[in-house]
């Protein structure tokens, strides 16, 4: 297996260990690049991999170096990776990153850009994938293996990674505010939040394999639930009345308008 360096072990960054390593990739493969002490020597203590905050160094070791750090620490990272020899592929999951960006702060050479989610942790991700112009076959089969350890991956132009960061980045983070908002309707009713809250995840998990498993499309499957004159409709017609889908059509656009802001500097 590739050897593998992260660099910036925060919630992402430790979601995608987490989940190669329960992938079975050996520990001595991967080793973690984190700024902070004391997170560094958690991170190695929890996972049992090498974990420094001491520069980059051991990064230039890697075949593939992932890129975990916030947008605005993605320039100063690259620069520091640029300034000994490094023969790896170097893979950026920050938001709004352009991968001609990082080929700039490198000075040339091998750049994916891979947008992700922290459900990596559980082998659950969707990842979508660019290739830089300046990576071999071999690298990016390499990159896409890794992946594909942490859950599906899809292969997209990056003019189409404004729009994969609405969905597969910040995606999760727009189900759990409706499952927040179902569970508190929930306690309202007098339902215990832990009741409400096995009940929205068991429910949003079944919801997402039959999406998933079933091959119909959201409308079909909303109409398998929602007969006329029963209770899912009545639901539905305050969701309608309020435009919702056009508000989440919305939230989704500014998503990627955002990642777009972000590529601008
Ligand atoms: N969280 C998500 O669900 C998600 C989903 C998709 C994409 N992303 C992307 O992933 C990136 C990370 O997001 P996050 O939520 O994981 O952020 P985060 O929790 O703040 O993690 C970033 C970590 O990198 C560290 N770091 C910064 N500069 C470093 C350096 N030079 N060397 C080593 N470590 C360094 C940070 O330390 P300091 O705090 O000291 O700076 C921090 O611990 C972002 O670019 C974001 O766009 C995140």
């Known amino acids: 297996m590739a050897r593998i360096a992260v660099v910036g072990v925060g919630h992402l960054g430790e979601s995608v260990l987490t989940g190669l ?7 001595d493969d991967i080793r973690g690049i984190e ?12 996972h049992g991999i090498d974990c420094t905050h001491a520069g980059l160094a051991d990064a230039r070791q890697a075949d593939i170096i992932l890129i975990a750090v916030r947008p605005k620490d993605v320039r100063p990272v690259v620069e520091e990776i640029a300034a000994g020899p490094v023969n790896a592929v170097v893979c950026t999951l920050a938001a709004g990153i352009e991968i001609k960006a990082v080929e700039e702060g490198l000075g040339g050479g091998p750049v994916v850009r891979a947008m992700t989610n922290t459900a990596s942790a559980h ?13 071999r076959d071999t690298q990016f089969t390499a990159v896409k293996t890794l992946f594909e350890h942490l859950g599906s991956v ?3 132009p990056e ?3 404004n729009m ?3 969905l597969a980045g910040s995606g999760p983070a727009f189900l759990y505010y409706l499952a927040d908002a179902m569970a508190q309707a929930a306690t309202e009713y007098g339902i215990e939040r832990k009741d409400a809250d096995t009940m929205v995840e068991q429910m949003l ?4 394999v039959l999406l998933q498993e079933s091959g119909e499309e ?4 909303i109409g398998h639930i929602a007969t006329p004159g029963g209770t899912t409709k009545a639901g539905l017609s305050v969701l309608d009345d309020r435009e919702t889908s056009n508000v989440i059509r919305k939230a989704v656009l500014r998503t990627a308008q955002r990642s777009k802001e972000l590529s601008a500097g």
């Open 21 to 27: 390593l329960r992938s079975g990739i050996d520990q």
């Open 35 to 46: 700024l902070i002490p004391e997170r560094a020597r958690d991170i190695a203590r929890k």
């Open 154 to 156: 899809v292969e997209i």
């Open 123 to 135: 082998r659950q991700a969707v990842t979508a994938l660019t290739r830089g112009g300046q990576v």
């Open 159 to 161: 003019e189409q990674q």
């Open 164 to 166: 994969a960061t609405a």
């Open 218 to 221: 959201p409308s079909e499957l």
């Open 205 to 208: 998990r079944g919801a997402g």
